[in-house]
């Protein structure tokens, strides 16, 4: 197991990709309770829009796939407040992300075999420059949740009570679907954009089945998602594997075994 | 003259055009226990609302703790329980406690952790509500009754000088309604908080307040600590107007109010 902590690479793969899942599990709880798991979707389609674009105008993909996430998720926000419906909202920037990049990667001929790790993730994808921006800009994004963690969980379990006593819930909610979209896009690189909604969606899940708390719900949400990315990249390593196929099928795995313990013990009470 | 908590000033209210509250004027004092009642639809909500300032009025002026609403800043003196606050998720994961401390979160303020003092008040509240021995359950594992008492609690955590609670009885069994209203006296005598209570339950209601407010659309203020008129009644139930309390049985009007 230590040898593999030996390369710069995986050194770069494992602390990024410990940093993401924290993010990823604490945003995942949310998006889910909220009803939203399939934003994470949404603008991880999106964002390979703006990896193609940044590649094919020679801008730092991950840079240029950072700004086509936040603007689309500020706009699935203003169309929303235009009662567009919010799953319509994200369908629209959903398919003009996806078509935008389809149409670049079609005029340049160059960077198919790079694009497949934007896609489903590469254990040598995260690059010196990446893990700079990953823990910057991932940090920060931790530390704005967990600075309006309460206030988010209240809004998550009543929305109007929230309101009414006073919590900025419109700002909060933007705040968060643009933490969505940062999120998305730092986790690119190592599970993908194809699976990155299944990054957000699993941990929480899981967490959600076995805990009566919501401290504990985050708090195994985040276990789950550190271990799955310890368990992937490690198999990724040694079989040479997409990263992103490695986490993910290690989490359904994960998430089955739960669902299955939890049918074979119907009496069993959910721990705290 | 006791200290004026919310003044209503000929305030109406519609949702397009269709009016829901017209020329609204009244007054609650430090102290009352003010039932609002009226028919479904009557606009009961929308006056809470209006409190709450979660709508502003078409027309009038309200004020509250002696401010004009819109420059009201101190909402944690005020506790809210909404109409259906046990229609939450009832899979949600949170134990009692955190469902109570969501209450210190305003106080607390935004990006600031609960400190120990308000862990310490959402204790005294959850004692308050007769839930202490729950804290740790998760709150969807418990029946209405209880539920309702943790929303309770959370609105007493704030430690309001106001509580106002929008139909809170709605979906609780007859025995849990009257350990309820206790609970409300004592609150109100003890602890000598000011309620607003929504409610289209009159038997019940009147029974516990000293001002009720008949809402249809118009409002009509009554003090009715020394007993409820026929008049008072008609306000808001109008001739014609069947007399149905939705769960229980009560007596006739004129047998339990009028003396």
Redesign the interface.
């Known amino acids: 197991m230590l040898e593999l902590l030996q390369y710069g690479f995986m050194q770069r793969a494992f602390i990024a990709g410990i940093l993401i899942a924290l993010l990823c599990a604490v945003i995942g709880v949310f998006l889910v309770l909220r009803r939203m798991s399939l934003l994470g979707d949404g603008l991880a389609h999106i964002s390979f829009g703006g990896i193609a674009a940044g590649m094919f105008f020679g801008v730092y993909p991950l840079l240029s796939a950072l700004a086509f996430s936040v603007l689309a998720a500020i706009g699935i926000q203003k169309l929303k407040s235009m009662k567009v419906y919010g799953d319509a909202a994200i369908a629209i920037f959903f398919s003009f992300g996806l078509s935008m990049g389809v149409v670049l990667v079609s005029l340049s001929h160059g960077f198919k075999a790079d694009l497949f790790s934007y896609l489903f993730g590469s254990i040598l994808a995260v690059s010196g420059t990446d893990i700079l921006l990953i823990l910057a800009v991932g940090i920060a994004t931790l530390v704005a949740l967990l600075l309006f963690y309460k206030e988010l969980f209240y809004m998550t379990f009543d929305e109007d009570s929230a309101r009414a006593s006073g919590i900025p819930v419109e700002r909060l909610n933007a705040m968060l679907v643009v933490l969505t979209a940062i999120t998305v896009v730092l986790s690119m690189r190592i599970v993908g954009i194809l699976l990155v909604s299944s990054f957000l969606v699993i941990p929480a899940s899981i967490a959600l089945l076995i805990c009566r708390s919501f401290r504990n719900t985050i708090g195994v949400a985040a276990l789950i998602g550190v271990a799955s990315v310890i368990t992937g990249l490690t198999l990724a390593y040694y079989f040479d594997l997409a990263t992103g196929g490695a986490i993910v099928l290690t989490l359904v795995g994960g998430f089955a075994v739960v669902l299955l313990y939890k049918k074979l013990s119907p009496r069993l009470t959910p721990r705290t | 003259m006791a200290e004026k908590i919310v003044e209503f000033e000929n305030v109406s209210f519609g949702y397009g055009r269709q009016p829901a509250v017209e020329k609204a004027t009244f007054s609650i004092e430090r102290g009352d226990f003010v039932g609002v009642i009226g028919p479904n639809g009557s606009g009961k909500t929308t006056i809470v609302k209006l409190m ?1 300032n ?1 709508l502003k009025p078409d027309e009038g002026s309200i004020m509250i703790f002696g401010k004009g609403i819109a420059d009201f ?1 101190e ?2 003196r005020v506790g ?1 329980v ?1 109409q259906k ?1 046990t229609n ?2 009832q ?5 009692v406690f ?2 109570a401390s ?2 210190r ?2 106080k ?1 303020g ?2 600031r ?2 400190s120990s003092a308000d862990y310490a008040a959402v204790e005294r509240a959850l004692k308050t509500a007769g839930i202490l021995n729950l804290r ?3 709150i969807g594992d418990l029946s209405g009754g209880q539920q309702q008492r943790v929303f309770i609690a ?1 609105a007493l955590a ?1 430690e309001p000088e106001l509580l106002i609670l929008d139909e809170p009885t709605v979906g609780v069994d007859m025995e849990a309604q009257h350990n309820f209203y206790a609970l409300l006296r004592r609150l109100n005598k003890e602890f000598g908080l000011t309620l607003v209570l929504v409610s289209h339950d009159i038997g019940l209601v009147s029974k516990n307040v000293n001002k009720l407010a008949c809402v249809n659309i118009a409002v009509t203020f009554h003090d009715v600590s020394k007993g409820l008129s026929t008049a008072d009644l008609h306000c808001a139930y109008p001739a014609g107007m069947a007399f149905v309390p939705h769960h229980h049985h009560i007596p006739t009007p004129s047998a339990r109010f009028i003396r």
């Open positions: 709450l979660l800043r909402w944690r809210y909404p606050a939450f998720d899979n949600f994961p949170a134990t955190e469902v969501m209450g979160i305003p607390a935004l990006a952790r609960l740790d359950s998760r959370r704030t």
